[in-house]
């Protein structure tokens, strides 16, 4: 079975700073996919990216970047110049190709902005 | 764009009372899900239909049941409800099951007593 782990429950940064929230996870397949999920206070969850695991290049949408290190099954979320609507809880999660599985989450990073 | 649409959003049970929680989607989508967001234990599935017509067990799936009603619909039941059932409750859906991504709806807070 598939896991996926989010080593920090806590993070905070500073507006207009950059954070990297982390996350591993544990599999035998070689294809699948990877993304960010963020739930703000509303508790509505969104997308945030969105990493094919055949792509070797890491996604990116504006401020948010992925570092993903395959053999090492990492998959950290950088957001630059963070602001304070960025405050929430971050999900990583895991799902393989090919239709027979589903979205595995890890526990959830909050993440606090300062101003 | 309505997306997915869960109701009710909030619901107090006593313990042993029964109910369902509704979820539609306007999407197309063929796979949908049902999650429940426990603190400190992240996301779980309960139930998911890869399509219409057909329904699976997730990881915590004892003490609910599912109808995967046609495309659109697919609703989440509580036969007799218990306290460790008390949690927020998520309905997704996907254009295919595994590819991703997931189109949330807005939650359902449970509370059981």
């Known amino acids: 079975a598939q896991t996926v782990t989010q080593s920090q429950p806590e993070m905070s940064v500073q507006e207009a700073e950059t954070v990297t929230l982390s996350c591993t996870y544990d599999?035998?397949?070689?294809?699948?996919?990877l993304f960010w999920y963020k739930q703000p206070p509303s508790r509505q969850m969104i997308l945030v990216i969105r990493?094919?695991?055949?792509?070797?290049q890491n996604a990116t949408e504006n401020r948010f970047s992925v570092n993903f290190q395959k053999a090492a099954k990492s998959f950290s979320l950088k957001i630059s110049d963070s602001q304070l609507g960025d405050a929430a809880m971050y999900f990583c999660?895991?799902?393989?190709?090919?239709?027979?599985?589903?979205?595995?989450f890890g526990k959830g990073t909050k993440l606090t902005v300062n101003p | 764009n309505a997306g997915v649409t869960q109701t009710p959003k909030f619901q107090v049970l006593k313990t042993g009372q029964s109910m369902t929680l509704q979820c539609a989607q306007d999407?197309?989508?063929?796979?949908m899900y049902w999650y429940r967001q426990d603190p400190g234990m992240g996301l779980r599935l309960i139930y998911y239909?890869?399509?219409?017509?057909?329904?699976d067990k997730g990881e915590v799936p004892n003490g609910y049941n599912v109808s995967r009603l046609n495309k659109r619909e697919f609703s989440l039941r509580l036969e007799s409800a218990a306290p460790s059932q008390t949690s927020v409750y998520f309905c997704?859906?996907?254009?295919?099951?595994?590819?991703?991504?997931?189109?949330f709806g807005n939650g359902t807070r449970l509370t059981v007593t």
């Open positions: 997704a859906s996907s254009e295919e099951l595994g590819t991703g991504p997931l189109h």
């Open positions: 599999t035998s397949e070689s294809d699948y996919y």
């Open positions: 999407m197309n989508h063929n796979s």
């Open positions: 239909s890869a399509s219409e017509g057909t329904t």
């Open positions: 990493q094919e695991a055949y792509k070797q």
């Open positions: 999660a895991f799902s393989l190709q090919g239709g027979s599985e589903k979205l595995v």
